[in-house]
Nanobody, 122 residues
Framework: QVQVVESGGGVVQAGGSLRLSCAAS????????MGWFRQSPGKEREFVAG????????FYADSVKGRFTISRDNAKNTVYLQMNSLKPEDTAVYYC???????????????WGQGTQVTVSS
């Protein structure tokens, strides 16, 4: 069993940046593929970015490609999401997830955090 906790959310103006962190406890994250998802009111949870257990492969939703970067530091048991050039439509609760049971972009991961709110003002 692994517990993941997100942090780093907040309020930022359009064009600004935030870095989200996903820290794990209970077990090392180093053997898990990881993903970031987001959900805004009235919408389904959507895939944002994913990273393989080694960090050698990364995947992004088209809507964030070129603006967001996912990375990981297995020594620190942490996964990051660097978000640049933020837009109001990026406003959502962002979730970290570990160990996908299906495709990267499918919200079928074994472990989920509680989420962190990101609000981008125009």
């Amino acid at each position: 069993q692994v517990q993941v906790v997100e942090s780093g959310g907040g309020v930022v103006q359009a064009g600004g940046s935030l870095r989200l962190s996903c820290a794990a406890s209970g077990r090392s994250l180093s053997s898990y593929d990881m993903g970031w998802f987001r959900q805004s009111p009235g919408k389904e949870r959507e895939f944002v970015a994913g990273i393989s257990w080694s960090g050698g492969s990364t995947f992004y939703a088209d809507s964030v490609k070129g603006r967001f970067t996912i990375s990981r530091d297995n020594a620190k048991n942490t996964v990051y999401l660097q978000m640049n050039s933020l837009k109001p439509e990026d406003t959502a609760v962002y979730y970290c997830a570990a160990d996908p049971t299906g495709q990267w972009y499918s919200p079928k991961y074994r472990y989920w955090g509680q989420g962190t709110q990101v609000t981008v003002s125009s």
